[in-house]
């Protein structure tokens, strides 16, 4: 199994739709979660953390349940600029120290008008 | 503030030459990672370092190394280049090695080999 998996995509909504991504991690012992965003051809720029109780960040919601080892994120009113690749992100702290963080294949989104 | 600035941007090779990727983290910042993305994949980590030290290495063969710097720097170096190394090569820093610190990437090195 994978380390981060998520659903490659692509999702093509029209601006304004509502749309969820999902992702799951492997490693229970994984302490700390991001989401990031890629444009095409660009660096992974940070998008949000995501915490245990969940967090918003104006049309973002990210969500974390750590029983079922997955992760969500909540895009609302969903604008041209959004559309991207976007990364599921994870952490882990390992008995020898930090390990660094685990991309996941990203989940591609094309808000069209 | 300046983030995190790689060199060169586009690098041409032939096979079995060698490539010098460089890196500069955000000021303050003491890891340094170095990923590969090659067209359509995923990023895959290659190395880290923090303090000087080389913390972790991916799965990659041993022509890929590196160095950090003391003020934090550091290098990717690539010997006897295949044509599958071509690929963009992004460098990313950390604030530290807590569990907690996301990664700031550059705008990555584009590497091809003809």
């Known amino acids: 199994r994978k380390e981060v998996e998520q659903d490659p995509g692509p999702f093509n909504v029209p601006e304004g739709a509502t749309v969820a991504f999902n992702c799951t991690y492997s490693?229970?012992?994984?302490?700390?979660f991001f989401w990031y965003r890629q444009d095409c051809r660009k660096e992974p720029k940070l998008l949000m953390s995501?915490?245990?109780s969940g967090n918003e960040d104006g049309r973002f919601t990210a969500q974390l349940n750590r029983a079922s080892q997955y992760i969500s994120l909540l895009i609302r009113d969903s604008k041209l600029s959004d559309s991207a690749t976007y990364l599921c992100?994870?952490?882990?702290?390992?008995?020898?120290?930090?390990?660094?963080?685990?991309f996941g294949k990203g989940t591609r989104l094309s808000v069209i008008a | 503030e300046a983030g995190v600035t790689q060199s060169p941007t586009h690098l041409i090779k032939t096979r079995g030459q060698q490539a010098t990727l460089r890196c500069s983290p955000i000021?303050?910042?003491?890891?340094v990672y170095w990923y590969q993305q090659a067209l359509g994949l995923g990023l895959q980590f290659l190395l880290w370092?923090?303090?000087?030290?080389?913390?972790n290495r991916g799965n990659f063969p041993p022509r890929f190394s590196g160095r950090q710097f003391p003020n934090y720097s550091s290098e990717l170096n690539v010997n006897a280049l295949e044509l599958e190394d071509s690929a963009l090569y992004l460098c990313?820093?950390?604030?530290?090695?807590?569990?907690?610190?996301?990664?700031?990437f550059g705008d990555g090195t584009r590497l091809s080999i003809l």
């Open positions: 990313a820093s950390s604030g530290g090695t807590g569990a907690n610190q996301p990664q700031h």
């Open positions: 490693n229970s012992a994984s302490q700390s």
């Open positions: 995501v915490y245990s």
């Open positions: 992100v994870v952490n882990s702290l390992m008995n020898s120290g930090n390990t660094p963080l685990v």
């Open positions: 000021s303050g910042h003491t890891s």
């Open positions: 370092y923090d303090e000087g030290e080389e913390r």
